[in-house]
């Protein structure tokens, strides 16, 4: 009789690791879509200092073309940069991608060298300001995305996340 007793609990344990597994690899961070999504960069690849002397008087659409570019190559950082230049000249597109690497959903360390940015560790409080900036640029798919990190705060809030209830009280005022 006490050699089967164990069979309920081996399969109360399995269902258990299987659950974590799950609720981790769903939880895991990704590329933001809108980055692994889109379609390769339409410009010719200048060395970093004369394309920002030449990126100067470019519309903001342009500037993302470059932003995809350095994304594309493996270089987030400097892809960062021209898309908050892009953003800055009323480019909704790039604000919304800008959130989306600052957003605890899309946020992925490995995209990120350490020792040339500052992207350490999400930030929800500027991803939703980019989110803000997008919508305001004219981007309808930032909405959503807005949308899912207020609801990932009001989660984290209601767990107890200080952090969490500070943003979300800020957003009231």
Not at 29 to 40: H, K, V
Not at 94 to 113: L, Q, R
């Amino acid at each position: 009789m006490k050699t089967k007793a164990w069979i309920p609990v081996a399969a109360l344990i399995v269902l258990l690791g299987a659950g974590a597994a799950w609720l981790m690899s769903s939880r895991t961070p990704r590329a933001p879509a809108s980055l692994t999504e889109a379609p390769a960069a339409k410009v010719e690849p200048l060395p970093w200092e004369r394309l920002i002397e030449s990126l100067a008087d470019k519309e903001g659409a342009e500037i993302r073309q470059h932003g995809l570019r350095f994304f594309q190559a493996g270089d987030p950082d400097k892809a960062f940069l021209l898309f908050k230049q892009a953003a800055r000249k009323g480019d909704g597109w790039s604000a919304m991608v800008i959130g989306e690497m600052y957003d605890p959903a899309t946020f992925a360390i490995e995209h990120f060298d350490p020792s040339k940015t500052a992207f350490t560790k999400p930030n929800p409080r500027k991803a939703l300001q980019w989110y803000d900036q997008a919508l305001k640029n004219g981007e309808p798919q930032a909405e959503s995305r807005r949308n899912r990190l207020i609801a990932h705060l009001r989660e984290e809030a209601e767990r107890g996340d200080t952090a969490a209830q500070r943003i979300l009280q800020k957003m009231k005022r």
